[in-house]
């Protein structure tokens, strides 16, 4: 079978995975920000099989795509397919007036989210950003939001006063923190939080129907213990929508 290597390409992870048409094997992720995209790779990819396709979302700006693009043509003889968000495909509608200009990460997780729901959709990636798009029952995106992620957050607030970073790995908070690191992480977290759970509110009210919310990305696991609804955690969204769409050509 035709082996696919499937890859979300974030401002500081990449997220892969090989799949043969048939399935997805277990997902792998790398760290690439402050660190030689090279080596990252070589370390990573240097063993693995030759895939026939390398198929791409990447939010990363255009050197770090143009380094990986050249050691995947290095390496494979191969030429990347970075994907381009259209303006309608796999039974959605893009609702930007340039539908390029959607990152193509959010189209595939808007695809796997809806493919795996066939309803309305609320699709939150917390990653360095976080991203909050709607899809309707019909497939049609509504829209969405973009907002500084956790550590992004974090890093505006200490880089502008002499407050220490927070360890947001302790679980979740109270809402009223009683240290200042406590009062920080609980800001950050529940900010991001309360505006997935107004959004799910509105758009339920405006669709006029029960809006299933899927939460992936890197920090995803730290927003979902502060959602009192009921959520699907699907850490492979992007991958999982970039197979549709590669196994769709």
């Not at 959607?102 to 917390?126: E, F, I, N, P, Q």
Request: proline letters at 4%; hydrophobic letters at 45%; one cysteine or more.
């Amino acid at each position: 079978m035709m082996q696919t290597l499937l890859v979300d390409f974030g401002n500081s992870r990449i997220k892969w995975a090989l799949h043969d048409g048939a399935g997805q094997q277990a997902s792998s992720v790398l760290i690439h920000r402050q660190q030689s995209l090279e080596a990252v790779l070589t370390q990573a990819w240097a063993s693995l099989s030759p895939p026939q396709r390398v198929v791409i979302a990447s939010v990363a700006d255009a050197d770090r795509k143009a380094q990986l693009s050249g050691w995947i043509q290095q390496h494979w003889s191969l030429t990347p397919e970075f994907i381009v968000s259209p303006a309608t495909g796999q039974g959605l509608t893009n609702s930007y007036r340039d539908p390029e200009k959607l990152g193509s990460d959010r189209w595939a997780a808007m695809v796997a989210a809806y493919h795996a729901a066939h309803t309305a959709v609320c699709v939150v990636d917390c990653g360095s950003a976080v991203t909050i798009d709607v899809v309707d029952a019909t497939g049609r995106h509504q829209g969405g939001m973009i907002l500084p992620g956790i550590h992004t957050m974090q890093a505006a607030l200490t880089a502008h006063t002499a407050l220490a970073p927070v360890d947001f790995s302790r679980g979740p908070l109270t809402l009223l923190g009683t240290s200042t690191q406590d009062a920080i992480a609980s800001g950050i977290t529940h900010a991001i939080s309360a505006l997935v759970q107004q959004t799910l509110a509105e758009q339920a009210q405006t669709l006029g129907t029960t809006v299933i919310c899927f939460l992936t990305g890197g920090d995803a696991g730290i927003i979902a213990p502060l959602l009192p609804l009921a959520y699907v955690l699907e850490p492979d969204l992007v991958l999982q929508g970039l197979a549709i769409m590669a196994h769709a050509t």
